[in-house]
């Protein structure tokens, strides 16, 4: 099993970013992916997550009308879209795979700085 993310990066306040986390070894269409950040001293925290078939998206209230997660079972891949990016979202980011309440899955996180 692999999850891998990419598309880290600095960033300006304001300014937008995408990341993506490319999955294999399992069966990605039924998983729930989820992306969480952890900042540096703190907890790592949900930032956003999507059910199979991606009908249902959950967001952390501080992202909420500024992120989008979405999946593309195809590629088994998830992406997050980050807008109006602020400092307090620097983090680093990582994918998070389930499946059946079972299987759990990290991948190894993506830096994201907003700074100016």
């Known amino acids: 099993v692999r999850l891998v993310e990419s598309g880290g990066g600095l960033v300006q306040p304001g300014g937008s970013l995408r990341i993506s986390c490319a999955a294999s070894?399992?069966?990605?269409?039924?998983?729930?992916m989820s992306w969480y950040r952890q900042a540096p001293g703190k907890e790592r925290e949900l930032v956003a997550a999507?059910?199979?078939?991606?009908?249902?998206?959950n967001y952390a209230d501080s992202v909420k009308g500024r992120f989008t997660i979405s999946r593309d079972d195809a590629k088994n891949t998830v992406y997050l879209q980050m807008n109006s990016l602020k400092p307090e979202d620097t983090a680093v980011y990582y994918c998070?795979?389930?499946?059946?309440?079972?299987?759990?899955?990290w991948g190894q996180g993506t830096q994201v700085t907003v700074s100016s």
């Open positions: 999507t059910i199979s078939g991606g009908g249902i998206t």
């Open positions: 998070r795979a389930r499946l059946f309440s079972v299987y759990d899955y």
């Open positions: 070894g399992f069966t990605f269409s039924r998983a729930t």
